[in-house]
Structures are given as C-alpha cells and as structure tokens.
C-alpha cells in the first residue's frame, strides 16, 4: 500500500520533526485532556504515528497506539501495533475513548464510513472518539485532495483529502456515532502546515442504544 511504505519513508524523519509539535497547540491538547478525564480504561490512538499523541495521553489513562506503518510504531515509547483503521486489530467494545487526529485524510469516502464503523465498534457505549482533519488550505478547498510526491528527502505517494465537518459529521452519524461537540480554527504557520483544521468529538450510543 503506497500510503504505508510512504510513511515508512519518512518515518525517521517524522519522529524527530513533529513530536514535539503538541507544544505549540493548545487546543489540540486540551481536547485531548477532555478526553482522557471521560475515559474510564484503554484510550486508543487511531493513526498514532511516532505515538506522541499517545505519549501525552498516557501521563493520564491507560493507552496503545496502532498505525498502518510499522516502522512508524518502532518510534514509539508507549505500546503501539501495526494495523489498518479499516478493519482495526482491536476487541470489540474494548476501548473507552478512541483519538485519531490527521489519519482519516488519507481515506476515501468508502474507506472513512469503514473507519467509522469501526471506532463505532471498538468503542465501549458512551465512548468518545474524537476525530481531526484539514478542511482546506490556499491550494485545496474544501471537498478536494493534494498528492504528495516528495516529502524531505524521500520519494513518496500520499493522498491528503480535505474534508467538509458537515459530510463527516453525517459519516459518522452513519456508523452510529453522534457528534457532540464540534471546533473549527485556523492554523497557526509557525508549527503547522498553514491548513483550517476541524475537531469532531463523538459518542457511540448508549447500552441501551437510546444514545443519550
């Protein structure tokens, strides 16, 4: 799959340049902490990376990471597993809260509904997930995608999908999960690229599948 060997690629080169990036976002970090205080056992990152994002999480709950590329897994310093999110190597109703920040982008339309119905099924009732993405930026508007050929000093063949919040608020509601909460913001250059984001935090239905 291009999209794991590309990672694969960089995935050195990732680890050094972007784990420390949490730094420099507020935002992401107290939705993050959010999170974590709704978490009552695993917290599962979705698209882990280098598993800094988990790393932040576990000074707080209990988490594992899982990533397409495994050698973007070796990098981590917190339990991770190579996997795809479409058909996550996960129990289900095994998680409490589920995070997948900037993974979903490199899915299509297909491939995010099985994404979705899959954080619906590893999600204890009542879980949260909270979902990140690029909305748009100067080159890509919203609902169109960018490849990338070349990334630092590695050849590689990656897919950025700019998504609309409605369309994947819709998507998720579709694999039984309820946006809650929703944040939009721009970005901020000097620690990211310059793309508006969005934040969807959703809650899988209920026990008794009322879902409030």
């Not at 694999?175 to 690229?193: K, S």
């Amino acid at each position: 799959m291009s999209t794991r060997r590309s990672y694969d690629r960089v995935a050195a080169r990732y680890a050094v340049e972007l784990s420390g990036e949490l730094a420099g976002k507020p935002l992401d970090r107290a939705l993050l902490d959010a999170v974590a205080e709704s978490a009552d056992g695993l917290v599962l990152d979705v698209g882990c990376g280098p598993g800094h994002v988990a790393a932040y999480l576990a000074g707080r709950v209990p988490v594992v990471g899982v990533d397409l590329s495994p050698r973007m897994c070796a990098h981590a310093d917190v339990p991770t597993c190579a996997g795809d999110m479409t058909a996550l190597p996960v129990r289900t109703r095994s998680v409490s809260a589920l995070v997948c920040l900037y993974a979903v982008i490199h899915l299509d339309a297909g491939q995010r509904a099985q994404a979705y119905a899959e954080f619906a099924r590893v999600l204890r009732p009542d879980g949260q997930a909270l979902v990140a993405f690029h909305v748009r930026d100067a080159e890509t508007p919203t609902g169109q995608e960018k490849t990338l050929t070349r990334w630092w000093d590695s050849e590689v063949d990656l897919t950025f999908h700019f998504l609309d919040p409605g369309e994947e608020t819709r998507a998720l509601a579709e694999a039984g999960l309820t946006v809650t909460a929703r944040l939009d913001r721009a970005p901020n250059p000097r620690v990211e690229h310059a793309s508006d984001r969005a934040y969807l935090l959703a809650r899988a239905a209920s026990a008794s599948g009322s879902g409030s």
